[in-house]
């Protein structure tokens, strides 16, 4: 270990303010010292550099160092929000609603946030408990607040918490109003950050916050029970999980206060555990992650699973696919296709219908034939809730936002309410969520989506991987020659529609289309894979299966050549 190493962390341990934590680094410098090599590594990350504040707020691991989430870091990001809302902003007594989740530390990060956001001159309102992100996002439009921050890390590991930021009232234009931070709000915030200085010089009130009770839950209820039609059926059999997350008493709520009484709760995970005992990766998406809804599902017959993250803004669905005699999960472009599309046909929705850049173009079919506007924006829901004239938006990323005038971001409370609806009134016409998607694919084409990631260990490589697609693009998908290569870095509103962004679109002569872009909060490089398979109107069950499997074939050859383009063939 370091003579610097050692100083920087004997400083942070005398500008702590958290016993734990302080604890905790001075037990790791001791095994450091003794030659503990773990200990020395830990350490050295620990301390390898600051945890960014950015578009996505704050996010890491937890533990004791600036590299990590823990409560000195909180504090500094706290002031530093206060500092811009009241300094760069001029704000007088702005106001900031505060939510947290279950996770282990959420409450106590939230708390000293609190405080210190009080001591800045600040008006606090904070939750009395643990809610869905959704609600806090719901607060800073219904209550009109100027800044709204959410403590969670959403379906990142147990070991992992975040920092999330909103802005709205009078810190933000109207369509930005309860929306997660851009630019150049997330620099000026760092840089507000950065400024702070020591952590127990920030002074910390010991009261004078409002805590909030059940009364902005119940406004949420009803907006968001208002939407599903009070006269569509409501006969299906719910299996809801919440992934030990914070989930289950509000969807519970919100479906039987709608009519959906047959809801069958995955009692292993319908409480909130920070652990996550029962997954090994806390995310719907995730393999395995739904097999205990899965199980109860088949055990009670369900008509639908309902799977939300462990914050609760995101919205996953299985369905028992008759193509294959089995449950499966639904993709997020198939369940976004699905719900703009029901949006549109039973609840009459015009509008924008959006979806991000790497999303399915299924949506914008399903727009123009409605007369709606289509829409694509960069990646991510800062991004989305701010297309014009939102009527509805999501990502493949299982985030939806069906109510954008209620809540200006992801909702899986809200999207479960409209799963539920779309599984019953399939059900009533004698047909299920798979076949809504194919009667989808006879008006539109099929598309079907999938995705290649690249993990890595050195962050290195993904900036060589990015320059050989962008220097050496495959010349062909599948066998059709790529007619356009389009580097999203050097484009602008003017020429792509998009804001520069760190990405490549390929799209080929039969309509085949790949976007390659590092991933935003993990080492790894993604790549979105779509193609279309024309399908005719009065298609056979037997020529949609052949559709199907076509579109499955293409999807893996052009697997393979994009791992042949990256040099991971």
């Not at 976007?515 to 779509?530: A, H, I, N």
């Not at 020529?543 to 393979?560: D, K, N, P, S």
């Amino acid at each position: 270990m370091t003579q610097d190493l050692r100083a920087r962390a004997t400083a942070w341990i005398r500008d702590d303010p958290d016993p734990i934590t302080r604890a905790a680094l001075t037990s790791l410098v001791e095994q450091a010292t003794a030659g503990d090599e773990t200990a020395r590594a830990e350490l050295a990350d620990a301390f390898a550099g600051t945890l960014q504040f950015g578009t996505a707020g704050l996010r890491g691991r937890m533990g004791p160092g600036p590299n990590r989430m823990n409560l000195a870091v909180v504090s500094g990001a706290a002031r530093g929000l206060a500092d811009h809302l009241t300094g760069d902003l001029g704000l007088d007594e702005p106001l900031v609603v505060i939510g947290y989740d279950a996770r282990h530390n959420s409450r106590a990060f939230a708390e000293r946030s609190a405080a210190i956001m009080t001591a800045a001159g600040c008006r606090v309102k904070l939750f009395d408990q643990y809610q869905p992100t959704p609600l806090a996002a719901f607060a800073v439009r219904h209550l009109d607040a100027d800044a709204g921050i959410v403590v969670t890390a959403s379906h990142n590991p147990p070991a992992d918490n975040g920092y999330k930021v909103y802005l709205g009232g009078r810190a933000a234009a109207p369509e930005g109003r309860g929306v997660q931070i851009v630019p150049p709000s997330d620099s000026q915030i760092a840089a507000r950050i950065a400024a702070v200085g020591p952590v127990l010089d920030i002074p910390v009130a010991a009261s004078g916050w409002e805590l909030l009770g059940d009364q902005v839950e119940e406004h949420y209820l009803e907006a968001i029970c208002a939407l599903p039609d009070p006269e569509a059926p409501r006969e299906a059999r719910i299996v809801h999980t919440a992934m030990h997350g914070v989930g289950t008493r509000i969807a519970l709520a919100a479906l039987h206060r709608v009519g959906f009484t047959d809801v069958h709760s995955v009692a292993k995970q319908a409480d909130p555990d920070p652990d996550f005992p029962t997954v090994s990766f806390p995310n719907p998406e995730e393999p395995g992650a739904i097999d205990l809804a899965l199980e109860l599902a088949a055990t009670v017959e369900a008509d639908v699973v309902i799977a939300n993250d462990p914050d609760a803004d995101r919205c996953a669905a299985a369905v028992l696919d008759p193509h294959r005699g089995a449950w499966r999960m639904l993709t997020g472009d198939e369940l976004g296709v699905l719900l703009g599309d029901h949006l549109v046909r039973r609840h009459g929705y015009r509008g924008t219908l959006a979806r991000s850049l790497v999303s399915s173009r299924w949506l914008d079919s399903v727009a123009t034939a409605a007369g709606a506007e289509a829409a694509t924006t960069l990646t991510g829901f800062k991004w989305i809730s701010r297309a014009p004239g939102i009527a509805f938006g999501y990502e493949e990323a299982i985030g939806y936002c069906v109510l954008p005038e209620v809540v200006r971001d992801k909702d899986g409370l809200s999207a479960a309410l409209m799963v539920a609806e779309m599984a019953a009134l399939a059900k009533s016409e004698g047909t299920t969520l798979v076949g809504r998607l194919d009667e989808l694919a006879r008006e539109h084409g099929l598309y079907a989506t999938s995705q290649l990631s690249v993990r890595v260990e050195d962050l290195s490589l993904i900036g060589q991987m990015m320059q050989r697609i962008r220097t050496a693009p495959p010349a062909q998908l599948a066998g059709s020659p790529v007619a356009l290569t389009q580097d999203l870095a050097e484009g602008s509103v003017e020429t792509t529609g998009l804001p520069p962004t760190d990405g490549v679109l390929l799209l080929s002569e039969d309509d085949t289309r790949v976007v390659v872009r590092p991933s935003g909060t993990e080492p790894k490089l993604k790549c979105y894979l779509e193609v279309v398979e024309p399908v005719a109107q009065d298609a056979s069950e037997e020529e949609m299966g052949q559709a199907r499997r076509q579109a499955a074939e293409r999807l893996e050859r052009v697997t393979a050549d994009l791992r042949q383009a990256l040099g991971q063939a």
